[in-house]
């Protein structure tokens, strides 16, 4: 069974950079079939696509996001990761992992909690 | 960028009952479209592919229709696990993009 665990500190300084790690067990993420992405949620509000990656390092990145994004893969790890710098408070939310098949995340991890504050 | 916009923002509904829940596309997105469910404090649950194709292990009652702009996640006799926020999204152009959400409460 596919499982996608995140991991990273649940607390960012404003201005820092978020760094968030995604590892994968149950399947190997060089697969050719599918993606490997980042979603997000605030507090209380609706889902944001931050962006996704494949194996070999082909990357989409939502524009809103875009210049401050950088998502890598790592497969000898069965990783990927997630950079978002200079973050504001604006950027609290649940960061969440997936894999997309034809481009709809369909395996999530649980989610963790990134919190912006000084 | 494509907006999804999701009606009604809230559904109540008793179990038994019959849902239908709409997005609609500000363009059309032939039929790239996906539906999910997000209960508190869980991840989104994939429900529906491609508008109309359920993921693996949904149940039956859970079906899905339309392309273009124009969709519906039907739900057709409530159970009360299925009370939660619903999402569509779609894949038909960069950036993914996501619907608000209806809420489906108990009434």
């Known amino acids: 069974q596919l499982q996608l665990q995140e991991s990273g500190p649940g607390l960012v300084k404003p201005s820092e950079t978020l760094s968030l790690t995604c590892t994968v067990s149950?399947?190997?993420?060089?697969?050719?079939?599918?993606?490997w992405g980042w979603i997000r949620q605030p507090p209380g509000k609706g889902l944001e696509w931050i962006g996704s990656?494949?194996?070999?390092?082909?990357?989409y990145y939502n524009p809103s996001l875009k210049s401050r994004v950088t998502i890598s893969v790592d497969t000898s790890k069965n990783q990927f990761s997630l950079k978002l710098s200079s973050v504001t408070a604006a950027d609290t939310a649940v960061y969440y992992c997936?894999?997309?098949?034809?481009?709809?995340?369909?395996?999530w991890g649980q989610g963790t909690l990134v919190t912006v504050s000084s | 960028e494509i907006v999804l916009t999701q009606s009604p923002a809230t559904l109540s509904l008793s179990p038994g009952e019959r849902a239908t829940l709409s997005c609609r596309a500000s363009?059309?997105?032939?039929?790239?479209l996906a539906w999910y469910q997000q209960k508190p404090g869980q991840a989104p649950r994939l429900l529906i592919y491609?508008?109309?194709n359920r993921a693996t292990g949904i149940p039956a009652r859970f079906s899905g229709s339309g392309s273009g702009t124009d969709f519906t996640l039907t739900i057709s006799s409530l159970e009360p696990e299925d009370f939660a926020v619903y999402y569509c999204?779609?894949?038909?152009?960069?950036?993914?993009?996501f619907g608000q959400g209806t809420r489906l409460e108990i009434k």
């Open positions: 997936a894999r997309h098949v034809s481009h709809s995340p369909d395996y």
């Open positions: 149950g399947g190997s993420i060089s697969s050719s079939s599918y993606y």
């Open positions: 990656i494949y194996y070999s390092g082909s990357s």
């Open positions: 363009q059309g997105v032939s039929s790239y």
């Open positions: 491609d508008a109309s």
């Open positions: 999204q779609q894949r038909s152009n960069w950036p993914l993009t």
